[in-house]
């Protein structure tokens, strides 16, 4: 990970200030769009980069240890190793950028990757993922309990009544709390844009959540029903630069929620080369939140280098 962002105090003068104007983004977004995907060795390229930007997650209500340590396995190898072999890439050391749990499966994700020689992180949702609303005891005891796991980044979510209803400071207030109890874990904050309302919540909600000390800013829980989208995540990525060029730290950007083809990866890391830089894209500074677009990656890559799809049997499970 990147040097933490030690966050600053509330500017609401600045916060106050923000108007988003919706058509330039719209406008923005669409011309990413339509930009030409990279063909043959160029797509393979960036799709292996896609695949160590992903935080590889499992959010169901019926994980196992038997389907987190399988989620493990596949994190550690994420690419069968003979395609990575046909691409003089096998000894590159390509794994996924970190797996993703609930926090009482934090422990099962620790064991199975230490078993596997594997130093990857692992990554928690907490403060009552996805909704937000249990109290700020039981949150606060949630990220708690999953940093003692061993967790080392944890994904918290806003309480999206604060954001809605302009209590900037209370949210700031909040989010420094889950801050100071996630103690050296990353802090990766969860927006929940579809329930933001507006591109200027959205923006606000971005700004307020990185002068608490964020680490990253992520679109979505993908629980709800409008999850990571383009003008969204051009919204958050300029309040990104806005907050770099302010304070000099960077800060990450994570979208989740409903990406699922490989295309798509190539889409998302155009956007953070084209609006932050190279800097951005590595997974200190950029994560894609996926449960099944690693599987379209690797059949991509399969194609790539055989010249035909694979059958269903032909790729691990991810």
Not at 175 to 198: N, P, S, Y
Not at 273 to 281: A, N
Not at 296 to 316: F, K, M, N, S, W
Request: some cysteine; overall charge positive; glycine content about 6%.
């Amino acid at each position: 990970m990147s040097a933490r962002n030690p966050g600053m105090h509330l500017d609401l003068e600045w916060v106050s200030k923000v108007r988003v104007n919706t058509q330039a983004v719209l406008k923005r977004a669409q011309q990413i769009q339509g930009r030409k995907v990279a063909k043959k060795q160029w797509q393979a390229a960036w799709l292996l980069k896609a695949v160590t930007c992903i935080d590889l997650t499992t959010l169901a209500g019926d994980d196992t240890p038997s389907n987190v340590h399988r989620l493990c396995m596949k994190a550690t190898q994420p690419i069968r190793h003979d395609l990575l072999k046909s691409m003089d890439m096998h000894d590159k050391g390509i794994t996924t950028a970190a797996v993703c749990v609930y926090p009482s499966r934090v422990a099962d994700a620790v064991k199975s990757l230490k078993a596997a020689n594997s130093c990857l992180p692992v990554a928690s949702v907490a403060t009552g993922f996805p909704a937000g609303q249990t109290p700020l005891k039981t949150r606060l005891a949630e990220v708690q309990m999953a940093v003692e796991d061993g967790a080392t980044e944890i994904d918290i979510v806003i309480n999206r009544t604060l954001a809605l209803t302009g209590q900037w400071a209370g949210l700031y207030d909040e989010i420094r709390q889950f801050r100071e109890a996630c103690a050296d874990a990353h802090m990766k904050t969860i927006l929940a844009v579809g329930e933001l309302g507006t591109f200027t919540n959205v923006y606000k909600a971005s700004l307020v959540s990185m002068m608490a000390g964020s680490d990253f800013i992520k679109t979505s829980t993908g629980k709800e029903t409008v999850n990571a989208t383009y003008p969204v995540a051009i919204v958050m990525v300029r309040a990104i630069r806005d907050y770099f060029l302010r304070t000099g730290y960077k800060v990450g950007f994570k979208p989740a929620g409903g990406i699922r083809t490989a295309q798509e990866s190539v889409v998302w890391l155009t956007l953070m080369k084209e609006e932050l830089g190279d800097e951005w894209l590595n997974p200190h500074l950029f994560r894609l939140g996926a449960s099944s677009l690693l599987a379209d990656i690797e059949r991509q890559i399969y194609h790539y280098v055989t010249g035909r799809y694979p059958a269903y049997h032909e790729l691990p499970m991810a």
